[in-house]
């Protein structure tokens, strides 16, 4: 099989956790596709030794959450040349992306010229958490896919969804089907699901979930972890907005639940907040108790009719929040920020139900890992390469 195999073997030692045999199985097709991109003769560039015949396939490695889908990324890209790869967040990417649209409006073909620096400069790009959610972003992507495969572009990505199954239930979703059937073309379509949540084997409580906890108990365990605050009961800035705050100092803040997810809050919101501070302490988290009824929202747009088609899903009152919350423990858990976290019910029971079941699935296996002495041990590693100083 191979480095990657052999790095997994170690990893598996040095973390002390079991092989898992549907891991072994992915590993094979990975390491193919590491092989074909180092095949000789290496003295022709990645573009001219594949745009003579069929592009290089990609993969597309999809399956429930907590199956090893990341650690298996992190090994692939691991053997990667980091020169011509990238790999990131699939959110950050269309974040870019935006922000790239901003800079060229007024341009012609603005996502054509995206494409050509993209492919300039990048040969395999590696995605993770690849999960679309909006109409715009949706026929957006399905433009930009198109371009930077004609270009040769390799695609590896995670998700928990078969490409089948994205932007599911979503409005005018016929449209974004060209961009499916693209994904499926251009990507080997391979399922990891051997059935064992790893991130619940894993876990060694770090006592960072506490239920219900008094106001001196926080305070004890934020000055436990982050060490004495540095200013109480001011506002902190973020992407130009006033955010309440409990109290901070130069790597932790305490926020309550509502001065972060209700009102008018964006991903980039989030981002900011994890690239500044390495603790978040989350308070007054309720039970988000998500609609369980079946009902849907029927729309028609000036251009499509309203049909059995273009649909969507109606969201209950607390869903808004929810959408807040999860896209909050997404951007914290990728950026490696150790969250200190007290609500009002378990993690089991913070959302049973509702038109957000599934994708707060992944949200409950995130919130579960982050307890874990593991995550926290990459919290610390993390804050190495940073100045953030993570205490006991």
């Known amino acids: 099989m191979g480095d990657l195999y052999a790095r997994y073997r170690a990893l598996s030692r040095q973390q002390q956790f079991d092989t898992d045999p549907a891991q072994l199985a992915c590993l094979e097709p990975l390491q193919a596709l590491i092989d074909s991109i180092e095949r000789p003769p290496r003295r022709l560039s990645f573009r001219s030794r594949h745009s003579q015949s069929a592009a290089l396939q990609g993969i597309w490695l999809y399956g429930p959450v907590g199956r090893g889908k990341t650690l298996l990324m992190d090994l692939f890209c691991q053997q990667l040349p980091a020169h011509r790869s990238q790999r990131l967040h699939f959110h950050h990417f269309m974040r870019r992306v935006h922000q790239q649209l901003t800079a060229l409006s007024g341009q012609p073909d603005p996502l054509v010229r995206i494409a050509e620096q993209i492919s300039a400069d990048i040969d395999i790009l590696c995605f993770d958490e690849f999960f679309v959610s909006d109409i715009g972003d949706a026929m957006l992507l399905g433009r930009l896919m198109a371009q930077l495969f004609q270009r040769g572009t390799v695609l590896v990505a995670t998700s928990n969804q078969h490409p089948d199954q994205l932007y599911a239930d979503g409005l005018q979703r016929q449209r974004f089907v060209p961009a499916i059937d693209l994904l499926k073309q251009h990507c080997r379509i391979i399922h990891l699901d051997g059935g064992l949540d790893h991130r619940r084997r894993q876990l060694n409580h770090a006592d ?64 900011a907040l994890a690239e500044r501070f390495g603790i978040i302490l989350l308070s007054g988290i309720p039970d988000l108790k998500g609609s369980s009824d079946a009902n849907w929202v029927v729309q028609g747009t000036e251009d499509m009719p309203a049909s059995a088609t273009n649909r969507r899903r109606f969201l209950g009152s607390n869903d808004d929040r929810t959408r807040r919350f999860i896209a909050l423990i997404d951007e914290l858990y990728d950026q490696s920020v150790l969250l200190l976290a007290a609500a009002e019910v378990t993690i089991g029971q913070l959302y049973p139900s509702g038109a957000l079941s599934e994708p707060f699935e992944r949200t409950r296996s995130r919130l579960i890992e982050m307890q874990s002495e593991a995550y926290r041990q990459r919290c610390i590693e993390h804050c190495r390469r940073g100045s953030t100083n993570v205490q006991g």
């Open 208 to 271: 960072l979930f506490l239920l219900n906890p008094d106001r001196s108990r926080l305070q004890l365990r934020f000055e436990q972890l982050a060490g004495p605050a540095l200013v109480q009961g001011q506002p902190i800035a973020l992407e130009g907005r006033s955010v309440s705050c409990e109290q901070y100092n130069d790597h932790a803040a305490w926020f309550d639940f509502d001065a972060l997810c209700e009102g008018p809050r964006s991903a980039n919101d989030y981002m």
